[in-house]
């Protein structure tokens, strides 16, 4: 199966990577740096770089085209694209608004053409296994979630740190929860540039009446990646970092009292439970299932409708900052 890629910088090489190692894969790699090319080429000697896309479109046994060129170019490349009826996988975010989004899902629908969007925690093992948990019911009703994905390190131009961290965290949410949210208010700041907004604290409200806390900040002196989901038997510690143990699951029982005119609140210490998790690659799940769904016209599990979604979310949370 033949398959364009566009863009291999520094997650764009990821994807190629990752999609080089899955068998009757020929790839196509696109990418206008001369640098990056002559680097690439030294290690994948059977590859095809090309400087510009030209025609590549208009080949008929190109199958697929991943896209991981700057944010600002997706929603244009994306559509020229399925345009062309090919299918499409493209990093987020998809495009800049909800409405360009929801151009690009109608556009697949349409064509009948695969739209899949680079929300890779949701191939992640561990990410799987919280959701298992929560729908066995290992935690009873959730009261909250809280995430903090922070880091000190690329420093985007492109776009600005919610657009950035936040489809990460927002896909899992809504994997999870099964809902969108309802109500945001969220504190943003521009740390290093004026007007380019590299910190957030943002809190959700969920239909369901879960509360949600998301810090994301690309100005932190260490990488932190944990998210803690609170029920009324127990927590679930989900922290990305640790690659050891990523899943940790607390076991508690409340018990509420009332003595004296006052409410006390106690706790009883339950079993803590470390399930096993898959030590597979997220990405290397996420481009399998790309050609997979390629392959025998399935719908992906983080399709343009999921995109769209977590689009209207983004706008919801940065509305409420203005």
């Not at 009873?140 to 965290?169: C, E, M, Q, T």
Request: aromatic share 10%; proline share 4%.
């Amino acid at each position: 199966m033949k398959i364009a890629l566009f863009g291999a910088g520094y997650w764009g090489s990821k994807l190629l990577r990752n999609l080089n190692a899955i068998p009757d894969v020929e790839l196509i790699v696109v990418e206008p740096n001369e640098q990056t090319q002559y680097n690439l080429k030294r290690v994948y000697k059977g590859i095809t770089f090309l400087n510009d896309r030209d025609n590549l479109m208009d080949d008929p046994d190109v199958a697929g085209c991943v896209i991981a060129t700057p944010a600002s170019t997706h929603y244009k490349l994306a559509k020229d694209c399925l345009e062309k009826e090919k299918n499409v996988f493209v990093e987020k975010p998809i495009a800049g608004d909800s409405t360009l989004a929801k151009e690009l899902l109608e556009l697949s629908k349409k064509s009948k053409k695969v739209l899949m969007v680079g929300h890779t925690l949701r191939y992640s093992p561990s990410v799987i296994k919280v959701k298992e948990l929560i729908d066995k019911g290992e935690i009873g009703k959730i009261f909250y979630i809280a995430s903090r994905r922070i880091n000190l390190g690329i420093y985007r131009d492109d776009v600005n740190v919610l657009w950035d961290l936040l489809p990460h965290d927002l896909s899992v949410l809504l994997y999870w929860l099964n809902e969108e949210p309802a109500k945001a208010n969220g504190f943003v700041k521009d740390a290093v540039i004026n007007k380019h907004t590299d910190i957030g604290f943002i809190n959700l409200k969920f239909p369901s009446g879960i509360i949600c806390h998301i810090e994301v900040s690309w100005v932190s002196p260490v990488k932190i990646r944990s998210t803690v989901v609170a029920g009324e038997k127990g927590y679930i510690i989900y922290d990305d970092a640790n690659t050891a143990e990523p899943v940790k699951l607390y076991k508690r029982v409340f018990n509420v009292e009332f003595q004296e005119d006052n409410w006390f609140l106690t706790h009883r210490i339950g079993d803590i439970y470390v399930p096993h998790i898959e030590g597979k690659e997220p990405l290397r799940l996420e481009m399998e299932h790309f050609i997979q769904c390629i392959k025998y016209g399935r719908t992906p599990l983080t399709n343009g409708e999921e995109a769209y979604k977590v689009i209207k979310a983004i706008e919801l949370i940065e509305k409420s900052v203005e």
